[in-house]
Protein backbone atom coordinates (compact mmCIF):
# COMPACT_ATOMS: atom_id res chain seq x y z
CA UNK A 1 0.00 0.00 0.00
CA UNK A 2 1.16 3.51 -0.58
CA UNK A 3 2.16 5.81 2.09
CA UNK A 4 -0.37 8.35 2.22
CA UNK A 5 0.75 11.47 1.23
CA UNK A 6 11.01 10.33 -0.40
CA UNK A 7 24.79 11.36 -8.05
CA UNK A 8 26.94 9.40 -8.28
CA UNK A 9 29.10 9.08 -10.92
CA UNK A 10 27.47 6.94 -13.93
CA UNK A 11 29.22 4.64 -15.74
CA UNK A 12 27.43 2.30 -18.67
CA UNK A 13 29.14 -1.10 -17.20
CA UNK A 14 27.74 -0.70 -13.57
CA UNK A 15 25.41 -3.81 -12.77
CA UNK A 16 24.07 -3.63 -9.10
CA UNK A 17 22.87 -6.69 -7.05
CA UNK A 18 19.51 -7.11 -5.37
CA UNK A 19 17.78 -10.46 -4.30
CA UNK A 20 15.05 -11.60 -6.06
CA UNK A 21 11.47 -12.08 -4.99
CA UNK A 22 12.14 -15.53 -3.33
CA UNK A 23 13.15 -15.25 0.62
CA UNK A 24 17.15 -16.02 0.39
CA UNK A 25 17.48 -16.29 -3.57
CA UNK A 26 20.69 -15.84 -4.79
CA UNK A 27 21.35 -12.40 -6.21
CA UNK A 28 20.05 -11.19 -9.09
CA UNK A 29 22.60 -8.81 -11.40
CA UNK A 30 20.39 -5.81 -12.76
CA UNK A 31 22.37 -4.24 -15.29
CA UNK A 32 22.29 -0.73 -16.67
CA UNK A 33 20.56 -2.23 -19.92
CA UNK A 34 17.88 -3.86 -17.89
CA UNK A 35 16.15 -0.18 -16.67
CA UNK A 36 17.98 1.98 -19.52
CA UNK A 37 16.04 0.29 -22.93
CA UNK A 38 15.49 1.84 -26.29
CA UNK A 39 11.27 1.29 -25.93
CA UNK A 40 9.82 4.59 -26.38
CA UNK A 41 8.18 4.12 -23.34
CA UNK A 42 11.30 4.42 -21.18
CA UNK A 43 11.76 7.24 -18.85
CA UNK A 44 14.44 5.92 -16.49
CA UNK A 45 17.29 7.82 -16.01
CA UNK A 46 20.91 6.84 -14.83
CA UNK A 47 20.22 8.97 -11.98
CA UNK A 48 17.74 6.66 -10.87
CA UNK A 49 19.73 3.41 -11.94
CA UNK A 50 22.68 4.84 -9.43
CA UNK A 51 19.89 4.12 -7.11
CA UNK A 52 19.06 0.80 -7.54
CA UNK A 53 20.45 -1.65 -5.09
CA UNK A 54 21.63 0.58 -2.40
CA UNK A 55 19.26 -1.00 0.02
CA UNK A 56 19.66 1.75 3.01
CA UNK A 57 16.46 -0.33 4.43
CA UNK A 58 18.53 -3.50 5.09
CA UNK A 59 21.72 -1.52 6.03
CA UNK A 60 21.41 -1.49 10.13
CA UNK A 61 23.10 1.05 11.30
CA UNK A 62 21.07 3.47 8.90
CA UNK A 63 18.16 5.56 10.27
CA UNK A 64 15.74 3.36 7.54
CA UNK A 65 17.32 0.38 8.71
CA UNK A 66 16.99 1.30 12.67
CA UNK A 67 13.08 2.39 11.96
CA UNK A 68 12.23 -1.16 9.92
CA UNK A 69 13.83 -2.50 13.06
CA UNK A 70 11.88 -0.81 15.67
CA UNK A 71 8.60 -1.80 13.71
CA UNK A 72 9.48 -5.43 12.89
CA UNK A 73 9.91 -5.26 17.26
CA UNK A 74 6.73 -4.26 17.66
CA UNK A 75 5.15 -6.77 15.47
CA UNK A 76 7.31 -9.33 17.34
CA UNK A 77 6.03 -8.38 20.85
CA UNK A 78 2.34 -7.89 19.85
CA UNK A 79 1.72 -10.99 17.59
CA UNK A 80 4.71 -13.35 18.53
CA UNK A 81 8.05 -13.86 17.32
CA UNK A 82 7.90 -14.55 13.69
CA UNK A 83 4.44 -14.59 13.54
CA UNK A 84 4.71 -11.82 10.41
CA UNK A 85 7.09 -12.83 8.18
CA UNK A 86 9.36 -10.28 7.18
CA UNK A 87 11.00 -10.01 2.99
CA UNK A 88 13.23 -7.19 2.34
CA UNK A 89 14.35 -8.38 -0.94
CA UNK A 90 11.73 -7.88 -3.32
CA UNK A 91 13.06 -7.43 -7.39
CA UNK A 92 12.38 -3.72 -7.89
CA UNK A 93 11.37 -3.89 -11.32
CA UNK A 94 8.25 -5.10 -12.07
CA UNK A 95 4.82 -5.74 -14.63
CA UNK A 96 2.41 -2.53 -14.97
CA UNK A 97 0.21 -5.45 -13.81
CA UNK A 98 1.08 -6.26 -10.60
CA UNK A 99 2.01 -2.04 -9.71
CA UNK A 100 -1.50 -1.14 -10.95
CA UNK A 101 -3.81 -3.81 -12.10
CA UNK A 102 -3.07 -6.10 -9.07
CA UNK A 103 -3.91 -2.93 -6.59
CA UNK A 104 -7.34 -2.25 -8.58
CA UNK A 105 -5.54 1.22 -9.56
CA UNK A 106 -7.33 2.60 -12.46
CA UNK A 107 -6.47 2.50 -15.96
CA UNK A 108 -7.03 6.77 -15.77
CA UNK A 109 -5.60 7.22 -12.30
CA UNK A 110 -2.74 9.86 -12.58
CA UNK A 111 -0.22 7.62 -11.08
CA UNK A 112 0.05 5.25 -14.34
CA UNK A 113 1.18 8.31 -16.35
CA UNK A 114 4.96 8.43 -17.42
CA UNK A 115 4.82 11.96 -15.89
CA UNK A 116 4.32 10.16 -12.26
CA UNK A 117 6.10 6.60 -13.10
CA UNK A 118 9.56 5.25 -13.98
CA UNK A 119 8.54 3.00 -16.92
CA UNK A 120 10.86 0.41 -18.11
CA UNK A 121 8.92 -0.44 -21.56
CA UNK A 122 5.46 -0.19 -21.89
CA UNK A 123 4.62 -3.40 -19.82
CA UNK A 124 7.18 -2.67 -17.12
CA UNK A 125 7.94 -0.34 -14.52
CA UNK A 126 9.59 0.52 -11.32
CA UNK A 127 7.65 -0.22 -8.52
CA UNK A 128 6.01 2.59 -7.00
CA UNK A 129 4.66 1.08 -3.99
CA UNK A 130 5.35 -2.17 -1.90
CA UNK A 131 1.78 -3.16 -2.91
CA UNK A 132 3.44 -4.16 -6.30
CA UNK A 133 4.15 -7.82 -4.36
CA UNK A 134 0.84 -8.47 -2.29
CA UNK A 135 -0.79 -10.63 -5.01
CA UNK A 136 2.16 -12.54 -5.35
CA UNK A 137 2.58 -12.68 -1.62
CA UNK A 138 -1.21 -13.67 -1.16
CA UNK A 139 -0.81 -16.32 -3.86
CA UNK A 140 2.38 -17.98 -2.29
CA UNK A 141 0.32 -18.69 0.82
CA UNK A 142 1.74 -15.85 3.10
CA UNK A 143 -1.24 -14.71 5.64
CA UNK A 144 1.03 -12.64 7.97
CA UNK A 145 3.66 -10.87 6.41
CA UNK A 146 5.63 -7.39 6.39
CA UNK A 147 7.64 -5.87 2.85
CA UNK A 148 9.63 -3.63 3.11
CA UNK A 149 11.95 -1.68 -0.40
CA UNK A 150 13.05 0.93 -2.20
CA UNK A 151 10.17 2.34 -4.56
CA UNK A 152 10.16 4.81 -7.18
CA UNK A 153 8.28 7.88 -8.35
CA UNK A 154 9.36 10.58 -10.27
CA UNK A 155 8.29 13.87 -8.06
CA UNK A 156 9.34 17.61 -7.14
CA UNK A 157 12.89 18.71 -5.67
CA UNK A 158 12.23 19.59 -2.20
CA UNK A 159 13.86 18.51 1.34
CA UNK A 160 10.81 16.26 1.90
CA UNK A 161 10.49 14.15 -1.47
CA UNK A 162 13.03 12.01 -3.60
CA UNK A 163 12.44 9.66 -6.66
CA UNK A 164 13.35 6.73 -4.53
CA UNK A 165 12.28 6.54 -1.03
CA UNK A 166 11.69 3.27 1.24
CA UNK A 167 7.85 1.48 2.12
CA UNK A 168 6.68 -1.06 4.38
CA UNK A 169 3.85 -2.77 3.63
CA UNK A 170 1.38 -4.97 6.56
CA UNK A 171 -0.78 -7.81 5.45
CA UNK A 172 -2.82 -10.00 7.90
CA UNK A 173 -5.46 -12.63 6.70
CA UNK A 174 -8.58 -13.76 8.70
CA UNK A 175 -10.21 -17.13 8.12
CA UNK A 176 -14.06 -17.27 8.59
CA UNK A 177 -13.57 -19.15 11.84
CA UNK A 178 -11.88 -15.93 13.65
CA UNK A 179 -14.80 -13.78 12.99
CA UNK A 180 -17.41 -16.76 13.51
CA UNK A 181 -16.20 -17.64 16.98
CA UNK A 182 -16.68 -14.14 18.04
CA UNK A 183 -19.56 -13.37 16.13
CA UNK A 184 -18.18 -10.45 15.20
CA UNK A 185 -18.62 -8.56 11.36
CA UNK A 186 -15.75 -9.35 9.66
CA UNK A 187 -14.82 -6.02 8.16
CA UNK A 188 -15.25 -4.62 11.98
CA UNK A 189 -13.63 -7.13 13.24
CA UNK A 190 -10.38 -6.48 10.56
CA UNK A 191 -10.76 -2.86 10.84
CA UNK A 192 -10.85 -3.06 14.90
CA UNK A 193 -7.53 -5.27 14.64
CA UNK A 194 -6.27 -3.01 12.56
CA UNK A 195 -6.43 0.30 14.60
CA UNK A 196 -5.84 -1.23 17.40
CA UNK A 197 -2.57 -2.24 15.81
CA UNK A 198 -1.33 1.03 14.40
CA UNK A 199 -2.42 3.06 17.33
CA UNK A 200 0.09 0.95 19.41
CA UNK A 201 3.13 1.05 16.39
CA UNK A 202 2.04 5.04 16.78
CA UNK A 203 2.82 4.61 20.72
CA UNK A 204 6.02 2.86 20.22
CA UNK A 205 7.66 4.86 17.67
CA UNK A 206 6.25 8.28 19.44
CA UNK A 207 5.26 7.79 22.64
CA UNK A 208 1.78 8.68 24.54
CA UNK A 209 -0.01 11.12 21.51
CA UNK A 210 -2.92 12.41 20.47
CA UNK A 211 -4.36 10.14 17.52
CA UNK A 212 -6.95 10.96 15.03
CA UNK A 213 -8.44 8.61 12.51
CA UNK A 214 -9.18 10.12 9.05
CA UNK A 215 -10.95 8.41 6.41
CA UNK A 216 -9.25 8.08 2.95
CA UNK A 217 -9.56 6.91 -0.64
CA UNK A 218 -7.48 3.73 -1.80
CA UNK A 219 -8.38 1.83 -4.41
CA UNK A 220 -6.98 -1.29 -2.82
CA UNK A 221 -8.82 -0.91 0.51
CA UNK A 222 -12.69 0.15 1.98
CA UNK A 223 -13.01 1.14 4.30
CA UNK A 224 -10.30 2.93 4.32
CA UNK A 225 -8.29 5.51 6.57
CA UNK A 226 -5.33 7.42 7.30
CA UNK A 227 -3.41 7.80 11.19
CA UNK A 228 -2.30 11.00 12.27
CA UNK A 229 -0.39 11.95 15.40
CA UNK A 230 -0.38 15.31 16.98
CA UNK A 231 3.70 15.42 17.54
CA UNK A 232 5.85 19.30 17.70
CA UNK A 233 2.52 21.02 17.71
CA UNK A 234 1.10 19.48 14.66
CA UNK A 235 -0.88 16.89 12.90
CA UNK A 236 1.34 14.48 11.46
CA UNK A 237 0.23 11.72 8.72
CA UNK A 238 1.69 8.56 9.64
CA UNK A 239 0.18 6.26 7.22
CA UNK A 240 -2.37 4.86 5.56
CA UNK A 241 -4.41 1.72 5.92
CA UNK A 242 -8.01 -0.42 5.52
CA UNK A 243 -9.96 -3.22 5.29
CA UNK A 244 -8.43 -5.39 1.61
CA UNK A 245 -11.16 -4.92 -1.45
CA UNK A 246 -12.53 -8.40 -1.74
CA UNK A 247 -11.49 -8.55 -5.73
CA UNK A 248 -7.84 -8.61 -4.25
CA UNK A 249 -8.53 -12.33 -2.32
CA UNK A 250 -10.51 -13.67 -5.01
CA UNK A 251 -8.27 -12.91 -7.58
CA UNK A 252 -5.24 -15.00 -5.08
CA UNK A 253 -7.95 -17.48 -5.06
CA UNK A 254 -9.19 -16.13 -0.88
CA UNK A 255 -12.04 -15.07 -1.48
CA UNK A 256 -13.47 -16.61 1.87
CA UNK A 257 -11.18 -14.50 3.86
CA UNK A 258 -10.60 -11.40 4.93
CA UNK A 259 -7.80 -9.21 5.47
CA UNK A 260 -6.28 -5.87 6.53
CA UNK A 261 -3.44 -3.83 4.86
CA UNK A 262 -1.08 -0.94 6.22
CA UNK A 263 1.80 1.14 4.27
CA UNK A 264 3.78 3.60 5.32
CA UNK A 265 6.96 5.23 4.46
CA UNK A 266 10.26 5.01 6.23
CA UNK A 267 11.87 8.21 5.23
CA UNK A 268 8.73 10.33 6.71
CA UNK A 269 9.27 8.50 9.89
CA UNK A 270 12.96 8.64 10.48
CA UNK A 271 13.36 12.22 9.20
CA UNK A 272 10.75 12.97 12.27
CA UNK A 273 11.92 11.02 15.10
CA UNK A 274 15.75 11.70 13.91
CA UNK A 275 15.02 15.08 13.78
CA UNK A 276 16.89 15.03 9.82
CA UNK A 277 16.03 18.32 8.22
CA UNK A 278 16.52 16.79 4.23
CA UNK A 279 15.90 13.67 2.71
CA UNK A 280 18.91 13.61 0.73
CA UNK A 281 21.10 13.34 3.88
CA UNK A 282 19.96 9.65 4.15
CA UNK A 283 21.84 8.77 0.92
CA UNK A 284 25.25 10.42 2.47
CA UNK A 285 28.22 8.85 2.84
CA UNK A 286 29.70 11.24 4.96
CA UNK A 287 31.02 9.97 8.46
CA UNK A 288 29.33 13.34 9.85
CA UNK A 289 26.25 11.74 9.05
CA UNK A 290 26.67 7.96 9.49
CA UNK A 291 28.43 7.98 12.36
CA UNK A 292 25.63 9.42 14.35
CA UNK A 293 23.50 6.26 13.58
CA UNK A 294 24.05 2.54 15.40
CA UNK A 295 21.67 -0.47 15.54
CA UNK A 296 19.75 -0.60 18.34
CA UNK A 297 19.40 3.04 19.37
CA UNK A 298 16.25 3.30 18.70
CA UNK A 299 14.59 4.06 22.48
CA UNK A 300 10.64 3.31 22.42
CA UNK A 301 8.48 6.63 22.05
CA UNK A 302 11.77 7.91 21.41
CA UNK A 303 12.40 8.80 25.12
CA UNK A 304 16.41 9.28 25.67
CA UNK A 305 17.02 8.61 22.02
CA UNK A 306 19.81 10.19 20.40
CA UNK A 307 18.77 13.06 17.74
CA UNK A 308 20.69 13.77 14.40
CA UNK A 309 23.16 16.94 15.07
CA UNK A 310 23.49 19.51 12.18
CA UNK A 311 27.01 19.80 11.25
CA UNK A 312 28.01 22.79 9.05
CA UNK A 313 25.23 23.42 6.55
CA UNK A 314 26.99 25.19 3.45
CA UNK A 315 25.87 28.30 1.36
CA UNK A 316 23.45 27.87 -1.24
CA UNK A 317 23.50 28.89 -4.86
CA UNK A 318 20.59 29.95 -6.79
CA UNK A 319 19.71 29.85 -10.08
CA UNK A 320 16.52 31.07 -12.02
CA UNK A 321 15.83 30.08 -15.80
CA UNK A 322 12.94 31.70 -17.27
CA UNK A 323 11.44 30.24 -20.62
CA UNK A 324 8.20 29.89 -22.84
CA UNK A 325 6.39 26.75 -22.57
CA UNK A 326 5.59 24.79 -25.69
CA UNK A 327 2.83 25.52 -28.09
CA UNK A 328 1.83 22.28 -28.62
CA UNK A 329 2.35 18.45 -27.08
CA UNK A 330 3.21 17.76 -23.40
CA UNK A 331 6.88 17.62 -23.33
CA UNK A 332 7.00 20.28 -20.23
CA UNK A 333 5.60 19.17 -16.82
CA UNK A 334 7.10 19.98 -13.53
CA UNK A 335 8.10 15.98 -12.70
CA UNK A 336 9.62 16.41 -16.53
CA UNK A 337 11.51 19.78 -15.42
CA UNK A 338 12.78 17.87 -12.27
CA UNK A 339 14.18 14.84 -13.93
CA UNK A 340 16.27 17.08 -16.13
CA UNK A 341 17.55 18.82 -13.16
CA UNK A 342 17.95 15.75 -11.09
CA UNK A 343 20.02 14.12 -14.22
CA UNK A 344 22.42 16.84 -14.68
CA UNK A 345 23.03 17.80 -10.52
CA UNK A 346 22.01 14.42 -8.85
CA UNK A 347 21.83 15.22 -5.02
CA UNK A 348 23.39 18.44 -5.78
CA UNK A 349 20.07 20.23 -5.98
CA UNK A 350 18.22 20.96 -3.04
CA UNK A 351 15.01 22.81 -4.88
CA UNK A 352 13.37 23.51 -7.55
CA UNK A 353 10.41 25.76 -7.34
CA UNK A 354 8.07 27.94 -9.75
CA UNK A 355 8.27 31.54 -8.75
CA UNK A 356 6.82 33.25 -11.49
CA UNK A 357 4.22 33.04 -14.37
CA UNK A 358 2.40 35.09 -16.95
CA UNK A 359 0.82 34.35 -20.21
CA UNK A 360 1.49 36.90 -23.79
CA UNK A 361 -1.77 37.31 -25.29
CA UNK A 362 0.17 38.83 -28.39
CA UNK A 363 2.68 35.78 -28.81
CA UNK A 364 -0.19 33.41 -27.04
CA UNK A 365 2.44 31.96 -25.04
CA UNK A 366 2.86 31.36 -21.43
CA UNK A 367 6.12 31.84 -19.70
CA UNK A 368 7.54 30.43 -16.62
CA UNK A 369 10.47 31.31 -14.15
CA UNK A 370 11.56 28.53 -12.08
CA UNK A 371 14.33 29.13 -9.21
CA UNK A 372 16.88 26.21 -9.33
CA UNK A 373 18.50 26.01 -5.37
CA UNK A 374 21.98 23.78 -5.58
CA UNK A 375 23.50 23.17 -2.53
CA UNK A 376 25.89 19.80 -1.47
CA UNK A 377 25.37 18.32 1.63
CA UNK A 378 28.56 17.52 2.08
CA UNK A 379 31.19 20.66 0.94
CA UNK A 380 31.00 23.93 -0.47
CA UNK A 381 29.83 23.95 -4.68
CA UNK A 382 31.84 26.39 -6.73
CA UNK A 383 30.70 28.98 -8.80
CA UNK A 384 32.43 27.37 -11.95
CA UNK A 385 30.57 23.86 -11.55
CA UNK A 386 27.24 25.16 -10.67
CA UNK A 387 27.43 27.66 -13.88
CA UNK A 388 28.22 24.27 -15.70
CA UNK A 389 25.41 22.49 -14.34
CA UNK A 390 22.99 25.28 -14.89
CA UNK A 391 24.29 25.44 -18.40
CA UNK A 392 23.52 21.98 -18.84
CA UNK A 393 20.33 22.04 -17.47
CA UNK A 394 19.16 24.93 -19.50
CA UNK A 395 20.76 22.99 -23.14
CA UNK A 396 18.54 19.74 -21.54
CA UNK A 397 15.48 22.25 -21.14
CA UNK A 398 15.97 22.58 -24.93
CA UNK A 399 16.38 19.50 -26.50
CA UNK A 400 14.42 17.22 -24.03
CA UNK A 401 11.29 19.62 -23.48
CA UNK A 402 11.19 22.05 -26.40
CA UNK A 403 10.73 25.32 -24.10
CA UNK A 404 12.37 28.48 -25.76
CA UNK A 405 14.61 30.19 -23.06
CA UNK A 406 14.19 33.50 -22.39
Known amino acids: MPSTRVRFATTSSRTVNVRAAVVNAEPVV ?161 QGELKDTLEGLARHLFGEVEMRWVDAYFPFTEPSMELEIFFKGEWLEVLGCGVMEMKILEEAGLGDKRAWAFGLGLERLAMVLFDVPDIRLFWSDDKRFTKQFKEGMFRAGGAGMTKFKSYSKYPPCLKDVSFWLPKEGNSFTENNLCEVVRNVAGTLVEE ?29 LTDEEINALQDQVRADMVSKLGVELR
Open 352 to 380: VKLIDEFENPKKGLTSNCFRIVYRSMERS
Open 30 to 190: VKREDVITSSPANNVTDHIFEKIGYNLHKRADHPLGIIKAAIAEYFDDKFGAGVFSQFDDQYPIVTAFANFDSVLVPPDHVSRSPNDTYYVDSDTVLRCHTSAHQLEMLKGGATKFLVTGDVYRRDSIDATHFPVFHQMEGVRIFDAEEWESTGVDPIVLA
